[in-house]
Every structure is written in structure tokens, then in C-alpha cells.
């Protein structure tokens, strides 16, 4: 029973002393093949043979030998384990050791073990006999690690219940910490908001501002998904009392953020928000607010060390929302990194969305969003994350689409579009998709009405909806009626998307002005797949007006990027134009692509491995970075070789 309980060799034969036994007492279990000397732990044949070894003991057994075992294990480095052998011996309420299991969750939550630390701090709760302050402060602190864990269920379980502590306390003399309050509505409003009930989460979100003004950054969070009035009211309260202290920064990122995106100060068409936020932004009325911009992107990151990854992720988003795409790329690859290395799972699919963004936007290879995004969606299926498992569908439905993958950009886009309540992000991106697979495949008319819907509808200031209007414009001259884009093109230039911006214009310009804006834009880094799309659209201009010699360079370069990338639709529309402009090299037949990466038979998760396995990384490693196991990758790494032709780990690196 002993051995059932510990494990280690030293600690179980000075706990049987105790009871008056010694190591021959262990032979016929080891006769019998039930145990094992592993080095000096003592190792059951099963784990089920140990288990049905200490339930089928007495209980008075079992609590003597907890009680014994935590006699045994003195010293410092031993305290953890201490702790845990005397909550399985107590009996009852007992402060002593509910204290010694609190200090054990703090140190669990240190070396990261977020579930270890939830357990701790939940026993401890159970056994607090100092009252419901007590009880709901350690109840809340397993409700925050359990959301760090990533386990929505837990963390709402036990922040119910610290709620309920904390209204028996409010109901005594002292009442309740209104600090502590606004602890239990911010788990609670989490958890509803990763899992896309976005009004709920909201209300307990400005309640736990109302308690702590510094949680008015999170309720920026939840208004965005809910919708622009509540958006207003937050930016107002904002602006007009920013919290104090680390969270101040991420405060004035964010009212400048909106001030940015909303145009304020500026020509054009305002918005509730705009008028919230003019009042405390006069000094960068005068054409500075990019300045500001910049400013508070740099505090805010000064400040990202200090703060806890759920708020840290939003310093990662604000950029994407006014084009910053650096920025935000920068800061969410550091914290996934730190994701990692401190355990955080629950935060790690949001960072995830805003990292696959950033990724698209910045650098536009389809494979690393793909591989970010497919890696987020199963880590946000696993921890149970609605908000995020659709937002990333979402953007793989967008991925499917520029390749013309027809199929699955409709199967990905009817899951993100299923059930009775869908995530605005979500539903955003696939609505995005479904317009690009339309434009790719020449449906216009069905792209203006998709697009105009997403662009002037509720969630028109979010990043989808901001970022597809260059394809409105396209869709918009094609038809024939330009006007229909006008609207949405300004909003659109306040981004700083120079490249994508100098397009538009030059497909809503006058034929003499066009090709200087198209120059422009080419004279931009652009991400490949837009910038193809503008030397199709270029060379498609230049055909027009006759220039044919001019207008086969940007045409082959145009055809070539799609193919590299898998873009079909757009490949086979660059190979139309250059036939149309008489070039001979037209007709070669191009390569024969099935997807982003070119690696015909490789799914997603297979194409992930054995990138990283090309970079050096062992199973183990990958098997961290994927939230795998070594086996697993090793699974798909077997599978993988023979569709690449390979062998070895030494032939992935030639071959990437």
C-alpha cells in the first residue's frame, strides 16, 4: 500500500518502518512479476495493478500511510509532495495544510504546471476552515490557472463556485474584496468569450471593469466581437479615465488604435466612435495620429514582459486593426514563444489567430499560415475554444480559396457557418473566402453583394471586413460600377496599406493616371500573392491599351508566382492573358501543383512535421511545439517519406 502511494525506494521502506516493516516485505509482489526495482523507484507492472492496490486498501490505511508518508518527506524539496500526502490524510477542514497546498500552487503556477496549480488551489479551497474570503481567493486563483491551462470547463466550475464564496462573504461583516469580484466575473467573461458567447461575456466584463478599471483593456476585447455601440461606450470610458500602472500602455495603444482606424479629424464619413474619441486626441488632429500610433505601439511593448499572456495577446492584436503588420508580427511570434515556454495552452490559439494574420498580411506564404492556423484550430478544438476553432476555420476557408480549392473552401466555410451563433471573426473570414473563390472563378456579381454586406454591415472595423476592399474594388470596376467601392476605400487608406491602396487607384483611375498608381504599388513590398494579383491587373492594363511586349513580363511573372503558391484560378487567368497577348511561352504546359506547398499527398499536419523535422528539430521538440506526442510525429513523419521520396531526416534538409 506503501509503495502505491510513493514511489520512491528511500521514502517508502522509511515510511513502512513506521509501521513496523521492512524490504522483505516487498518480495512477493516482486515474486508475483506485480513490481519492479526501476533504479530507486519501485515500478508496478501496470499502472491499474497500483491503482487497484490503494482502493482496495482500508481507508484508515490509506490515511495512516499519508499521514506517515508526509512525516517522511522533510526538507524544502520534498514540501510539494508533503502537501499532497496531507490533504489525502485530512479529515476534515484544516488551515495548516490548506496553506501548505496554497504555497504548492503557486509554486506549480511558477514552473508553469497550470493544472497542477488548479488542483492545488482547489484541494486547498476544500480544506480552508478561514472563512468564504479565504475559500473564494483560492477557488479564484484555481479559476485562473485552469483558464491558463486551457480548461474552459474547470475554470468556470471553480469560478462559480469562488462566487458563491464570495457572496456568503458579502451577505457577513466585512464583505466581499472588490478586487477579487472583478477576478471571478474576468475567468467567468473568458470563458464565455473563448467560447463565443460574446453578450454574456461582455456584462461580466464591464462588471469586473466597474470593480477594476484596469480590466477596461479586456472590455475593449469583448465590445470588438459584440458590436460598434458598446465599442463606443468602452473607447469613451477609455479615453476619458485610462487605467493606471502596467496597463495604461496597452490602454492609450488601444484609443489610439480606434482613433486611427475610425479617421478622426479627417474627410471622409464618421462614426459613433469617432466622436468618442476626438476630444482626447486634438494634439494628433493635425495628421500625427500615425505618430501616436507608433508611440503606443512601442510602450505597449515596452510593457509586454509584465503582463499576463491573456492581455499580452491583445497588445499582439491592436496593430493588425490599423495595418501595423510588423508590429504584429513581431510581437505575437515572441508570445507564442513565451506561450510555450510558460505552459499558457488557453491563450495560445488567440495568439495564433493574430500571429496566421499577421503572417498572411506580411509575408503571405501560404504554408506558414497554414500551418499556424491548422495548429491553433486543434489546440482550440482540444480546449473546448468555439471563438477561436471558428475564427481559424475561417482563415484556412480563406487559404482554400486562393488556391480554388472549391471543395474545401465551401466545407470550411459551412463548418465556420454552422449553429445558431457564429463568432464575428469567424463568419467574417468566411465570408471573405467565399467572395476570393468567387473573384478567383470570375462570379462578380455574387462578390460585390458578399463584399458590400461585409464592408458597410455590423463588424465593418474589423479586420476582415477592413481588409478585403481592395477585392471589392476589383469586383466593383469589373462590373462596371466603381461607386459601389467608394465608401470602403476610404476607410481603407487610413490602414497604410500603400501597396494595396496604390491598386485601388489605379483601378478606379482615369486610363492616364493608372499606370502610375500601378507602378507604385509595384515599387512596394507586397506580399507574393498580391503583388501577383497586381502584375496580372497591370498587365491586363497594358494589354488593354495595346502594349502587348509591356505587358507580357508582368503577365509571366504574374502566372509563375500563382503556380509556385498553388493559386489555380489565378494561374490559369495569368496563362489566358499571356496566350491573349501572343506570348509564345504561353503554351508550355505549367506545373501541375495540388496545393499551397506543391507536395502532392502531404495533409496539412504531415506538411508541419516535416518542415520542423528539416529544421533539425527532434520528435520530442515538434512534439512541443504541436502539443503532439513524439509518437504521433513520428507516425506521420513514417507516413510522410515515401510521398516525398525520402528516406532520412538528412534528405528533408536538401529537399526543403
Known sequence: MIAAAEEGLDEVLATAERFGKGVDDLLPAEKAGLITLDGQRIAFRHPLIREAVYQRAPMSLRLAVHAALAETLTGDHRADRRAWHLAAAATGPDEHVAAELERTGARAARRRGHAVAAGAYERAAALTEAGPGTRARRLTLGAEAATEAGDLDWAAKLAAEAESQAVSQT????????????????????????????????????????????????????????????????????????????????????????????????????????????????????????????????????????????????????????????????????????????????????????????????????????????????????????????????????????????????????????????????????????ALLDLGHGRIEAVLTRLEALTNGPGWYHV?????????????????????????????????????????????????????????????????????????????????????????????????????????????????????????SADTPSTDVTGPSGQAGLTSQERQIVRLAARGLSNKDIAAQLFLSPRTVGYHLYKAYPKLGVASRAELVALD
Open 171 to 434: 451577505a457577513g461583516q466585512a464583505g466581499a474584496d472588490p478586487l477579487l469580484r472583478s477576478r471571478i466575473a474576468h475567468v467567468q467573461a473568458t470563458a464565455l468569450l473563448w467560447r463565443g458567447e460574446y453578450g454574456q461575456a461582455h456584462r461580466l466584463m464591464l462588471r469586473a471593469a466597474d470593480l477594476d478599471p484596469a480590466l477596461l483593456v479586456r472590455a475593449c476585447q469583448t465590445a470588438w466581437y459584440v458590436g460598434e455601440p458598446e465599442l463606443a461606450e468602452i473607447a469613451e470610458r477609455l479615453v476619458a479615465a485610462p487605467p493606471d500602472g502596467p496597463m495604461a500602455a496597452l490602454a492609450r495603444l488601444e484609443a489610439v488604435a480606434l482613433a486611427q482606424l475610425t479617421g478622426v479629424g479627417r474627410a471622409g464619413h464618421p462614426v459613433p466612435l469617432a466622436q468618442a474619441l476626438a476630444q482626447p486626441f486634438e494634439e494628433t488632429l493635425d495628421g500625427t495620429l500615425e505618430q501616436a500610433l507608433g508611440q503606443a505601439i512601442a510602450r505597449a511593448e515596452e510593457n509586454l514582459a509584465g503582463q499576463p499572456p491573456g492581455l499580452a495577446a491583445m497588445t499582439c492584436g491592436a496593430p493588425l486593426i490599423v495595418g501595423a503588420d510588423d508590429a504584429a508580427l513581431r510581437l505575437a511570434r515572441g508570445l507564442v514563444t513565451r506561450c510555450h515556454a510558460e505552459g499558457s495552452l488557453g491563450v495560445l490559439p488567440m495568439v495564433l489567430f493574430f500571429l496566421a494574420q499577421a503572417e498572411l498580411f506580411r509575408d503571405g506564404h501560404p504554408d506558414d499560415v497554414a500551418d499556424t492556423a491548422s495548429t491553433a484550430l486543434r489546440v482550440a478544438q482540444d480546449t473546448g475554444q468555439h471563438q477561436w476553432a471558428v475564427a481559424h476555420k475561417g482563415l484556412l476557408a480563406y487559404l482554400a480559396a486562393m488556391a480554388g480549392d472549391e471543395e474545401r473552401c465551401r466545407t470550411l466555410t459551412a463548418e465556420t457557418l454552422a449553429g445558431p451563433a457564429v463568432p464575428m471573426p469567424g463568419a467574417h473570414w468566411a465570408d471573405w473566402a467565399r
Open 464 to 584: 476582415s471586413a477592413m481588409r478585403c476592399v481592395p477585392d471589392l474594388v476589383e469586383a466593383a470596376v469589373r462590373r462596371g460600377e466603381p461607386g459601389r467601392a467608394e465608401h470602403a476605400v476610404a476607410r481603407y487608406s487610413r490602414l497604410g496599406q500603400r501597396h494595396l491602396t496604390e491598386r485601388c487607384r489605379a483601378l478606379l483611375a482615369e486610363d492616364a493616371a493608372a499606370e502610375r498608381h500601378y507602378l507604385a504599388a509595384l515599387a512596394v513590398q507586397a506580399p507574393p500573392f498580391e503583388r501577383a494579383r497586381t502584375s496580372l491587373l497591370y498587365g491586363e492594363w497594358l494589354r488593354r491599351a495595346r502594349r502587348r511586349s509591356a505587358a507580357i513580363p508582368q503577365l509571366r511573372d504574374a502566372r509563375d508566382t500563382f503556380e509556385r503558391l498553388g493559386a489555380r484560378p489565378w494561374a490559369d487567368r495569368a496563362g489566358n492573358e499571356l496566350r491573349a497577348a501572343g506570348a509564345r
